[in-house]
């Protein structure tokens, strides 16, 4: 079952034409990759997800429901997580601090207090890092930050945008082994993703896009043995 659609795409900044009648299809359960050089329109396509930019044609549907001209807070109180690039945490108030933000709607003290375990499940080392500053902390923590402030409201889709950018070899495995683990838990993913062998290698299903369009879509493991895809984005 289709989760999340989006219907011939097109975004613009200023006169810049960034997606290009885009489609693509995220079903309940799936992790879905997007794939692409720096500047293809990934970032762009999570934002006009959601409505950080907005599509100028085309349409957005989530569980069914047309959210092509929602708020992005509205979108957000559907259960799109976004995760940025860049991570964009609070860097002056702490980890706790950080998560409670994430869960700026949810009025049940409980119910917060539930997500953070939840997350400290996922993160044991933020735990550690309970009452310091996000700032202060390393990227790879700010990372696990971020991605653990987007769980915390239980979104129906989490949508992470280069998530390993700028980490180590090895944290990075720990981040897409937890990508793994939320989804075996039936966390449905949209990853945008620079390193396209890893991605892959989580991923149901992936997508190509190339100056704003998508130009071949498969199953993962079938990208991952398309020489075409192995020349351009795997070697």
Known sequence: MALLELHNVHTYYGGIHALKGLSIQVNQGEVVTLIGSNGAGKSTTLKTICGQTRAREGKILFDGKDITQMRTHEIALLGIAHVPEGRRIFPKLTVREN???????????????????????????????????????????????????????????????????????????????????LNKEGMTILLVEQNANQALSVAHRGYVIQTGEIILQDEAATLLANPQVREAYLA
């Open 99 to 181: 998560l409670e933000m994430g869960a700026f709607s949810v009025t049940d003290k409980n119910l917060i207090e539930e997500g953070i375990e939840r997350a400290f499940r996922y993160f044991p080392r933020l735990k550690e890092r309970i009452n310091q500053k996000g700032g202060t902390m390393s990227g790879g923590e700010q990372q696990m930050l971020a991605i653990a402030r987007g769980l915390m409201m239980k979104p129906k889709i989490l949508m992470l945008d280069e998530p390993s950018m700028g980490l180590a070899p090895i944290l990075v495995e720990q981040i897409f082994d937890i990508i793994t683990e």
